[in-house]
């Protein structure tokens, strides 16, 4: 008799990799959402807490797929060299829910997060915009700054941590011709036209008042409600795009903690597939803000935790490439 598990389809970490190149991931996260695809559909997800972390269950229904992916959160892995956010990815065919391929999850989320990030500030972000700082030395930290390298010209980098040695070897691993890449400091926000934060910080990370109002900020670190990247003044003085409402309102601590303190207004919120049915900023694609079009200058802020349909999103197309080849 043959078995279900004879059919499913293996794809690891490498295989991923070597069909799915970082511009493609953004382009494709970017097509799907132009062709109408709604985030707020997306089912949710749970997190469980377990004796030495988490447990993070991310389900998702799009086009031929159903997927699943348990994704793990363990705190103490980078101590022991091992990747903090782990996970194994199911894909799923969308009719019969039988599953069809397995794919390494930790590669999909490294490649998915900055991709997402990428395919927002790819409609918010200055057009010249050179200068990108990034707080977080880890996997994530490193591919931002290929994803905004892929969006973006680039010329400047510096990583902020609070190892300076790992902080180092993040500049070093990301060295590239023609790149100013190096080891920085809080100070450095002053002049960026970009700043990145792939932390596990619970505190802001600086001062409200250091960031240019040309400055477009990505903050991925949490998807806790009491956990946040960005202080809340910023917040109220930028234009905050968030994957979803209610994922931002249940789970970014940046936007939850930030309207707790008065300083930001749930109907600011600007879901980012507002932005890509528009094709405009999103202070002019939603009625809400509208009134706000004609302010002055002002920072943008992007802040994701993480949603099924991206990882769906990127297994489909790693296996559309499988299949083609």
Avoid at 249 to 275: C, Q, Y
């Amino acid at each position: 008799m043959t078995s279900m598990f004879d059919a499913i389809r293996l794809l690891d970490g490498p295989a991923i990799a070597a069909r799915v190149d970082m511009q493609s991931a953004i382009r494709h996260l970017q097509r799907v959402l132009r062709d109408g695809f709604r985030p707020e559909q997306d089912p949710p997800r749970t997190v469980v807490d377990v004796r030495h972390g988490q447990l993070l269950l991310m389900p998702s229904d799009l086009g031929a797929h159903a997927g699943q992916k348990l994704a793990t959160v363990a705190p103490a892995n980078p101590a022991r060299g091992l990747e903090r956010i782990q996970a194994v990815y199911v894909v799923l065919d969308a009719e019969t829910l039988a599953p069809t391929a397995l794919l390494d999850g930790t590669e999909l989320t490294a490649l998915r997060t900055p991709a997402v990030s990428a395919a927002i500030a790819d409609l918010v972000a200055p057009s010249d915009a050179s200068s990108l700082v990034v707080f977080g030395t880890g996997p994530q930290g490193r591919r931002h700054v290929e994803a905004m390298r892929a969006i973006r010209p680039i010329e400047r980098v510096r990583f902020v941590g609070r190892d300076p040695h790992a902080a180092a070897l993040a500049a070093e691993r990301c060295a590239a011709p023609g790149l100013d890449v190096a080891v920085g400091g809080v100070s450095d926000v002053a002049d960026a036209d970009l700043v990145v934060c792939a932390t596990t910080a619970r505190e802001p990370l600086f001062e409200a008042g250091l960031v240019p109002d040309r400055c477009t900020l990505v903050a991925v670190g949490s998807h806790e409600p009491d956990a946040r990247e960005l202080p809340g003044a910023l917040l109220g003085r930028a234009e905050v795009i968030v994957e979803s409402e209610r994922v931002a309102l249940a789970e970014a601590g940046d936007v939850v903690l930030a309207i707790g303190e008065g300083n930001l207004s749930p109907d600011a919120l600007v879901p980012m597939a507002e932005l890509f049915a528009t094709g405009r900023r999103g202070a002019s694609a939603r009625a809400g803000a509208s009134a706000r079009a004609g302010a002055s200058a002002r920072p943008t802020v992007i802040k994701t935790c993480g949603m099924g349909w991206q990882d769906l999103a990127i297994a489909q197309l790693a296996l559309t490439i499988e299949e083609n080849n």
